[in-house]
C-alpha cells in the first residue's frame, strides 16, 4: 500500500513530543491512526538515534500474554532506560483489562512519553477525563481529505479527481481495489462488521434492525435538518416500534463512534444557540455510497458534508446558521475568527445563484461571507462575497 505524509498529524504530534500529557489518538476505525503511529515512530527514530521506542500492539499476538494491566505495566517498565527519551506506544489500547490503570501509573512516573490508540467505540472522548486522571490530549484522525487523495494518485486533473472523491471517499484501504463494486464492499464491510459491531457491542444494542434503519435515514439525509422525533415516525410508518428517547440514545451511539457529526443551529441575529433541528454529517461521504449507491444522489448536499468534514480539519468549530427565516449552511468559528459560508452543486443558473446569495446578503455584520460550488472556475467577487470552486477550495491551505 503507498504511505503518504499526513503532515498535519504528524506536525501535531511533534508539537507535543514530550510534553506530559498522554497522547490520545481516536477517530474512525480504517481511518489510519495505527499507520499514523507507524510514521510517527519512523521520524522519532530518523531525529534521535538512542531514543528508546516501547511498541505494544496489541492486534499481534506476540502481546497476548501481557493483555491485562499489572503484566502491560510491567512489561513497558523492564524496558525502561535511563537517560534517554522513552516512548511508548500502545496500539488498540482497549484490548488490554483495565488498560487505563497501566496508563495512569506510567504516566505518574514522568519517565516516559506516551501515546495510545483505541477503538473508535471503546475509546471514547466523552470517556477521556473519567479513564485517565492524568493530563490527556486528543488528537481525532480522519480518512483522507481532498488534498491528501490527490497526493495519493497524483492527479493533475482536478476536477475529474473530485467527482472520484466523491465517490470513492478518503478510507484509504480502499485505494488497493480496482473495481467501484470491490471498493464499496470495502467500505460497507466498516460500517457493517467493524463499526456498527463494536457501537452495538460497546452500548448493549440488541435491536440491530433500528440501528440499521437510523443508520440509513442518516446516511439519506445528510446535511438536512433532523431531529429524534422525525426518525421514529419514519421508522413507525415502516413497521418499526421504537420510541423517540431510544432513537436518540442510537445516535448519541454514532456519533461518539466517530461515524457521524451533529452540528448545532446557531441564531445569527440572537447571537444564541437553538436546541431544536440539528444537522448530522457523514464522516467519510464513502460510507454513503456504498450504502445507497447513487439513489437520491443530492451532489449539494454531499459537497456541503465535504466542506463540512474539511471545516474540522481545519479546526473550526461548525455551526448551522439561521436568521429568520433562512439558513445559512455553516457558521464557522475558529478563535476570533468568523466565517459565514453556504455551499451548493451548480450555481450557473440565475435563480439558484440567487437563492444562495441571498442569505448572505442579509447578515449586516462584518465577518467574511463565501459561496462554495462546483463552478470549475478561478474563484471570483460579487458584491463582497467570495464565490471559490469547491475542488481548488478543498486544496487551498
Same mark, same amino acid.
Given at each position: 500500500?503507498?504511505?503518504?505524509?499526513?503532515?498535519?498529524?504528524?506536525?501535531?504530534?511533534?508539537? /507535543?513530543?514530550?510534553?506530559?500529557?498522554?497522547?490520545?489518538?481516536?477517530?474512525?476505525?480504517?481511518?489510519?491512526?495505527?499507520?499514523?503511529?507507524?510514521? %510517527?515512530?519512523?521520524?522519532?527514530?530518523?531525529?534521535?538515534?538512542?531514543?528508546?521506542?516501547?511498541?505494544?500492539?496489541?492486534?499481534?499476538?506476540?502481546?497476548?500474554?501481557?493483555?491485562?494491566?499489572?503484566?502491560?505495566?510491567?512489561?513497558?517498565?523492564?524496558?525502561?532506560? &535511563?537517560?534517554?527519551?522513552?516512548?511508548?506506544?500502545?496500539?488498540?489500547?482497549?484490548?488490554?483489562?483495565?488498560?487505563?490503570? +497501566?496508563?495512569?501509573?506510567?504516566?505518574?512516573?514522568?519517565?516516559?512519553?506516551?501515546?495510545?490508540?483505541?477503538?473508535? +467505540?471503546?475509546?471514547?472522548?466523552?470517556?477521556?477525563?473519567?479513564?485517565?486522571?492524568?493530563? #490527556?490530549?486528543?488528537?481525532?484522525?480522519?480518512?483522507?481529505? @481532498?488534498?491528501? %487523495?490527490?497526493?495519493?494518485?497524483?492527479?493533475?486533473?482536478?476536477?475529474?479527481?473530485?467527482?472520484?472523491?466523491?465517490?470513492?471517499?478518503?478510507?484509504?484501504?480502499?485505494?488497493?481495489?480496482?473495481?467501484?463494486?470491490?471498493?464499496?464492499?470495502?467500505?460497507?464491510?466498516?460500517?457493517? *462488521?467493524?463499526? /456498527?459491531?463494536?457501537?452495538?457491542?460497546?452500548?448493549?444494542?440488541?435491536?440491530? *434492525?433500528?440501528?440499521?434503519?437510523?443508520?440509513?435515514?442518516?446516511?439519506?439525509?445528510?446535511?438536512?435538518?433532523?431531529? &429524534?422525533?422525525?426518525?421514529?415516525?419514519?421508522?413507525?410508518?415502516?413497521?418499526? +416500534?421504537?420510541?423517540?428517547?431510544?432513537?436518540?440514545?442510537?445516535?448519541? #451511539?454514532?456519533?461518539?463512534?466517530?461515524?457521524?457529526?451533529?452540528?448545532? =443551529?446557531?441564531?445569527?441575529?440572537?447571537?444564541?444557540?437553538?436546541?431544536?433541528? !440539528?444537522?448530522?454529517?457523514?464522516?467519510?461521504?464513502?460510507?454513503?455510497?456504498?450504502?445507497?449507491?447513487?439513489?437520491?444522489?443530492?451532489?449539494?448536499?454531499? %459537497?456541503?458534508?465535504?466542506?463540512? /468534514?474539511?471545516?474540522?480539519?481545519?479546526?473550526?468549530?461548525?455551526?448551522?446558521?439561521?436568521?429568520?427565516?433562512?439558513?445559512?449552511? @455553516? *457558521?464557522?468559528?475558529?478563535?476570533?475568527?468568523?466565517?459565514?459560508?453556504?455551499?451548493?452543486?451548480?450555481?450557473?443558473?440565475? !435563480?439558484? /445563484?440567487?437563492?444562495?446569495?441571498?442569505?448572505?446578503?442579509?447578515?449586516?455584520?462584518?465577518?467574511?461571507?463565501?459561496?462554495?460550488?462546483?463552478? =470549475?472556475?478561478?474563484?471570483?467577487?460579487?458584491?463582497?462575497?467570495?464565490?471559490?470552486?469547491?475542488?481548488?477550495?478543498?486544496?487551498?491551505?
Amino acid at each position: 500500500m503507498k504511505i503518504i505524509e499526513r503532515k498535519k498529524y504528524l506536525d501535531e504530534l511533534l508539537s /507535543l513530543k514530550n510534553k506530559p500529557d498522554i497522547k490520545i489518538i481516536t477517530g474512525v476505525r480504517r481511518a489510519g491512526k495505527s499507520m499514523l503511529l507507524s510514521e %510517527y515512530i519512523k521520524i522519532l527514530k530518523r531525529n534521535e538515534e538512542d531514543a528508546n521506542i516501547i511498541l505494544v500492539d496489541f492486534n499481534r499476538i506476540v502481546f497476548d500474554e501481557i493483555k491485562e494491566y499489572k503484566k502491560l505495566n510491567a512489561h513497558i517498565r523492564e524496558r525502561f532506560i &535511563p537517560n534517554v527519551n522513552n516512548y511508548v506506544f500502545i496500539d488498540e489500547v482497549q484490548m488490554c483489562e483495565k488498560f487505563e490503570l +497501566a496508563v495512569n501509573d506510567l504516566y505518574e512516573s514522568k519517565e516516559f512519553d506516551i501515546y495510545i490508540t483505541g477503538s473508535n +467505540a471503546f475509546l471514547l472522548s466523552s470517556d477521556l477525563a473519567t479513564l485517565f486522571t492524568g493530563r #490527556y490530549f486528543e488528537i481525532e484522525v480522519l480518512p483522507f481529505s @481532498f488534498s491528501e %487523495y490527490c497526493e495519493y494518485y497524483g492527479y493533475n486533473n482536478i476536477s475529474d479527481a473530485f467527482d472520484k472523491y466523491t465517490i470513492e471517499g478518503g478510507f484509504a484501504g480502499s485505494y488497493l481495489y480496482d473495481t467501484e463494486k470491490q471498493k464499496s464492499d470495502y467500505i460497507t464491510n466498516i460500517l457493517d *462488521v467493524v463499526i /456498527l459491531k463494536d457501537i452495538m457491542k460497546r452500548n448493549g444494542v440488541t435491536d440491530k *434492525v433500528a440501528m440499521e434503519n437510523i443508520v440509513a435515514f442518516l446516511l439519506d439525509n445528510i446535511s438536512n435538518l433532523t431531529t &429524534p422525533s422525525k426518525i421514529t415516525n419514519k421508522l413507525k410508518d415502516d413497521g418499526i +416500534a421504537i420510541d423517540h428517547k431510544t432513537v436518540g440514545n442510537y445516535i448519541s #451511539y454514532l456519533c461518539e463512534g466517530f461515524v457521524f457529526y451533529k452540528v448545532k =443551529r446557531f441564531d445569527i441575529r440572537g447571537n444564541g444557540y437553538l436546541k431544536t433541528n !440539528e444537522k448530522y454529517y457523514l464522516v467519510d461521504q464513502g460510507f454513503r455510497f456504498a450504502k445507497l449507491g447513487k439513489r437520491y444522489f443530492d451532489y449539494g448536499r454531499l %459537497y456541503e458534508n465535504i466542506v463540512a /468534514l474539511e471545516l474540522m480539519r481545519r479546526g473550526y468549530d461548525i455551526y448551522v446558521g439561521k436568521l429568520y427565516q433562512k439558513e445559512i449552511d @455553516f *457558521v464557522a468559528i475558529r478563535g476570533t475568527e468568523k466565517i459565514y459560508i453556504q455551499v451548493s452543486d451548480n450555481i450557473s443558473r440565475e !435563480e439558484t /445563484l440567487e437563492r444562495e446569495l441571498t442569505p448572505l446578503r442579509k447578515i449586516n455584520d462584518a465577518y467574511p461571507k463565501i459561496l462554495i460550488a462546483n463552478t =470549475r472556475h478561478e474563484d471570483y467577487d460579487i458584491g463582497g462575497i467570495k464565490v471559490f470552486d469547491i475542488s481548488k477550495w478543498l486544496l487551498d491551505k
